[in-house]
C-alpha cells in the first residue's frame, strides 16, 4: 500500500478528495493540525489545516504477481521436501544393505575374530587389510564351523604381523649401515629423531656423528647441536654438497654417520632436486619419517615424491597425538617398507621405540592409556 499526505481545511474535504483522486479504495490512515501561514509577506497571520495521511492500495496486478510468485516459492519448498525425503529413504536404504552386507562377509569369522576385526577397524586399519590380517592369524574351528585364532588372540595377531609387515627395529644396532639419512616433511620431528638415534647408537656400543644439511630453520643447527654436545658426540653442519663430503670424511672413524636434513614439502620438487644433489656420491641408508597423524592418502603422497630417493625404511613420529594409528599398519601392509622405530613425544633421548611386532600387536589392541601405562617394551 503506498501513502500520500494532502493538506486540506476539514475532514470532509479529504474524504471528498479521496473520492475524486484516488478511488474509492483509498483510506485516510491519520490526520493532525497543522499552522499555515495565510499569506507570504503577513508571516503573523496563519490559518489552522489538516495534514491527512492517505493510504493507496496498489493495483491488482502487482498483487496478483506478488502472490503467484509466493505460491511458486511454497510450490519448490513442497517439491525439496519430497526430494529430500526420497534422498533420506536411499540413504536408509543403502546403510541397511551395508549393514546386511558386513553381517554376511563376518559369518565365516568366530565371535572374538569379529570383535577383533571391529577393533582393527575402530583403530583406523582399513577393513580389508584388517580382514586379511585376522584370516591369516586364524584357522578352522571344526566345533565352531568358522574361522578362529590358532592361538590366543595377541599371538595370533602378533604371528600375522610376523607375516605380513616388515620390521628393522633392534637389527640396525647389529647391521650398522655407514650413513642414515632422516628425511620427510616440513615439522614431523626429524631434528628430535635424530638426536634419540643418536642417543641409542651410542648407548648399543657404536660411536656416531652426526651431519645436519639443515640451514633454512632459524634455530634448527643449535638445537640438535646442543643435544649432540650433551651426548659428546662430534658435529657438523654443511651447506653445500662439497661441505657434506668434507664433514663425511673427517667422520671416516665413526661407526655410523646420522643425517639431519631440512623438512621439504613433497610438493616442492626443486628442493628434493637440491638435496639429491648431496646424496648422490655417497652410499647411504635413506629412513623417510611421517608423522602418525598424518591421514593415510597423504603418506601415500609423501611416500610417492621422495620415492626419487632409495628409501630404505619408515620412522612413524608423533605416535602419541593420534588415537588412530591403523594408518601406520595399512601404510606398511601396502608398501612393504621395513618400520625402523616410532617417536611417542618430545623428550630426548625418551620417547623413542625401536620397532617390534610385539610393539605393534599392543599399538593396534590396546587403548592409548593402556599402552602408555605399560611402559616401552622390553628392550632387545
Known amino acids: 500500500m503506498k501513502t500520500e499526505k494532502i493538506i486540506v481545511s476539514s475532514l470532509q474535504e479529504a474524504v471528498e478528495e479521496l473520492k475524486k483522486n484516488y478511488g474509492e479504495n483509498a483510506v485516510v490512515l491519520s490526520s493532525r493540525v497543522v499552522k499555515k501561514k495565510r499569506w507570504p509577506f503577513i508571516p503573523f497571520l496563519k490559518t489552522t489545516l489538516l495534514e491527512v495521511t492517505i493510504g493507496i492500495p496498489e493495483e491488482k496486478g502487482e498483487f496478483q504477481r506478488e502472490l503467484d510468485e509466493r505460491v511458486k516459492v511454497y510450490e519448490e519448498l513442497e517439491r525439496l521436501k519430497s526430494t529430500l525425503s526420497e534422498v533420506i529413504k536411499s540413504v536408509r536404504l543403502q546403510e541397511e544393505e551395508k549393514e546386511v552386507s558386513k553381517s554376511k562377509e563376518a559369518e565365516d569369522l568366530s565371535l572374538r575374530a569379529r570383535r577383533i576385526l571391529s577393533r582393527m577397524v575402530y583403530r583406523g586399519v582399513r577393513k580389508e587389510i584388517a580382514r586379511k590380517l585376522i584370516e591369516e592369524a586364524c584357522g578352522y574351528d571344526i566345533e565352531l564351523g568358522k574361522l578362529d585364532f590358532k592361538e590366543e588372540v595377541h599371538e595370533s595377531l602378533l604371528g600375522s604381523f610376523r607375516k605380513n609387515i616388515v620390521i628393522e627395529g633392534e637389527r640396525i644396532f647389529e647391521e650398522t649401515p655407514r650413513i642414515v639419512v632422516l628425511m620427510g616433511p616440513t615439522g614431523v620431528g626429524k631434528t628430535t629423531t635424530i638426536a634419540k638415534l643418536s642417543y641409542l647408537f651410542k648407548r648399543a656400543g657404536k660411536r ?173
Open 208 to 380: 656416531p656423528g652426526v651431519i645436519t644439511l639443515d640451514s633454512y630453520r632459524v634455530g634448527a643447527v643449535e638445537q640438535l647441536r646442543a643435544f649432540i654436545n650433551i651426548m659428546e658426540l662430534p658435529f657438523r653442519v654443511a651447506g653445500t654438497p662439497d661441505e657434506f663430503l668434507k664433514s663425511v670424511e673427517e667422520m671416516e672413524n665413526r661407526d655410523v654417520i646420522l643425517v639431519d636434513t631440512a623438512g621439504r614439502s613433497q610438493h616442492d620438487k626443486l628442493r628434493l632436486n637440491e638435496l639429491r644433489l648431496f646424496l648422490e656420491s655417497l652410499d647411504t641408508h635413506v629412513y623417510l619419517t611421517l608423522s602418525a597423524n598424518l591421514s593415510e592418502l597423504v603418506m601415500y603422497e609423501v611416500i610417492m615424491q621422495f620415492g626419487m630417493f632409495p628409501i630404505k625404511g619408515l620412522i612413524f613420529s608423533k605416535l602419541d597425538e593420534t588415537s588412530y594409528p591403523g594408518n601406520v599398519i595399512n601404510v606398511a601392509y601396502r608398501t612393504k617398507l621395513p618400520i625402523l622405530c616410532f617417536t611417542t613425544g618430545q623428550t630426548v633421548p625418551d620417547d623413542i621405540v625401536m620397532a617390534d611386532y610385539e610393539f605393534l600387536t599392543r599399538l593396534i589392541l590396546e587403548e592409548k592409556h593402556e599402552l602408555e601405562s605399560a611402559g616401552n617394551p622390553p628392550e632387545a
